[in-house]
């Protein structure tokens, strides 16, 4: 009778950690792989531009791939979804420990992505500065930020991998910036407060940024906090669009109507600032439809005749849905549901 009754037992504790497992699958591991449920590759042939294509059920323009398209990640419900794509599965949901993610981007050369989350507690918001490494699994924390402002918005951010600086723009309520710095000890510093800074880069293997005001003012800042102006006193105006590996920074010259007529290609050493080339577009076309490649790419985005045109070697590469972004040797678009990978035409 004993046996019988420990067996009874044993089987009741079977039948409940069954049913417990199945509901730990259900609710957690089957709902975060079914954010994306196919990948297909292809190799480039001949040359030639190809597609490839990832259903996902995110809005494709909240998705954001990592530089060599291993990687995609979206904000979902204030949590940071990392997915990889090679092979289909679902990497890992990141949560603020105290308040929603309201930002990510990926490093320009690793699968490292840098996230942001705020946490608001009665008159003053804490920021809160993470990265996740894809590879390694490692997230790191940077000390938080605190302001007292009712509608401060991240910007941007930007870390040199080089010098393992991390920049934080952060715009308040009077439409003016507050520049925030950690150092590679981790200290954490304000080293600018005023204007409001629209776009900004940093060098790669140095500790500098360069960013933009207005269309009139483009700076560099070195690590010392050192800053000089990149244009002259010019009646023209001017837009920031890039930075290469090389140091090469990338300034638009705008025409009356804000479109880009020519690229100036600009070096710094120093406090000495270089002029390279120049090079003109063929078409007029928004900043913002321009995209500075790490290796010196510079590709025009015509959304309208969906094609990436390569201004340096004057190549077309059409691509189907709506452009998102250019990441190693692909556009990255979505249409349908779908993320679709085209790989860039290249020089034969």
């Not at 150092?183 to 960013?211: P, Q, R, S």
Request: glycine share 6%; charged share 25%.
């Amino acid at each position: 009778m004993k046996i019988v009754k420990k067996f009874l037992v044993w089987a009741a504790v079977s039948v409940v950690f069954q049913l417990a497992l199945l509901w730990i699958v259900n609710d957690f591991y089957i709902e975060n792989r079914g954010k994306i449920v196919e990948v297909t590759r292809y190799e480039e042939k001949e040359g030639k531009p190809v597609s490839e294509e990832l259903k996902t059920t995110a809005d494709s323009g909240d998705v954001s791939v990592s530089f060599d398209c291993s990687y995609a990640g979206y904000i979902s419900k204030g949590k940071l979804q990392i997915i990889s794509l090679k092979d289909n599965g679902h990497v890992k949901t990141i949560s603020g420990k105290m308040g929603e993610i309201i930002y990510f981007r990926w490093l320009p050369d690793r699968n490292m992505v840098l996230y942001v989350y705020m946490e608001d507690i009665r008159d003053r918001k804490n920021i809160h500065v993470e990265t996740y490494d894809a590879e390694t699994f490692v997230i790191r924390d940077y000390p938080q930020i605190t302001e007292s402002s009712d509608s401060i918005r991240v910007a941007d951010v930007v870390l040199s991998p080089f010098t393992n600086t991390v920049y934080m723009n952060l715009q308040l309520e009077d439409e003016k910036s507050k520049l925030y710095k950690y150092d590679i000890a981790e200290n954490l510093n304000c080293i600018m407060a005023g204007k409001k800074i629209e776009y900004m880069n940093h060098l790669k293997y140095t500790d500098n940024i360069v960013y933009q005001t207005d269309e009139k003012h483009i700076f560099l800042m070195n690590g010392k906090g050192e800053i000089s102006s990149l244009i002259e006193e010019s009646v023209k105006d001017y837009a920031l669009l890039g930075v290469d590996y090389g140091g090469s920074i990338y300034i638009g010259e705008l025409n009356q109507n804000k479109k880009v007529t020519k690229v100036i290609l600009m070096n710094t050493s120093g406090n000495e600032k270089k002029m390279i080339k120049t090079i003109y577009t063929d078409r007029l076309i928004s900043a913002q439809d321009i995209y500075v490649s790490p290796e010196g790419n510079l590709y025009l985005v015509l959304q309208d005749e969906n094609t990436v045109y390569d201004a340096v070697n004057s190549l077309n590469t059409k691509y189907p849905g709506k452009f998102i972004q250019i990441s190693g040797k692909y556009i990255v678009s979505g249409e349908n549901g779908k993320l679709i990978f085209t790989t860039l035409a290249v020089l034969q």
